[in-house]
């Protein structure tokens, strides 16, 4: 059960944005908090940070 030992798993590709209209880097967070939360590393300077959060 070594292969199940970290807590939160992270998932990185690259998908179309909705926001920006690019391809953007989309990280998938997987924790016991939020299972499946979706975070565009979106580069649109409207965004503060660049950063996106969405459900």
Not at 1 to 22: H, T
Not at 29 to 40: A, Q, S
């Amino acid at each position: 059960m070594s292969s199940m030992s970290s807590v939160a798993e992270n998932e990185e590709k690259l998908v179309y944005c909705k926001y920006c209209g690019k391809v953007c880097i989309k990280l998938i967070f997987t924790t016991k908090d939020n299972p499946g939360r979706v975070f565009f590393a979106c580069p649109t300077p409207r965004f503060i940070g660049g950063q996106v959060w969405m459900d």
